[in-house]
């Protein structure tokens, strides 16, 4: 794929291919400890023959 940004030369970017057949799992969860603070933590992997793909998140809120 070739992209261009304004004022730059044009550029190509190439990634691994993604399996025919792979499985995608996601969870998450929310904990609320009062009305201003609240931790997420969630998970996403994609599972296929030839690659493994997986990531992680944390989130804190606080509200004040």
Known sequence: ???AIAGL????VQGA???RDSALVQAG???TF???AR????YQG???RNA???GANARLELRF
């Open 17 to 19: 291919p993604i399996d």
């Open 9 to 12: 030369d044009s550029f190509s």
């Open 29 to 31: 969860v929310r904990v």
């Open 34 to 36: 009062s009305e201003r």
């Open 39 to 42: 931790v997420g933590l969630a």
């Open 46 to 48: 994609r599972f296929g």
């Open 52 to 54: 493994v793909e997986q």
């Open 1 to 3: 794929r070739r992209l």
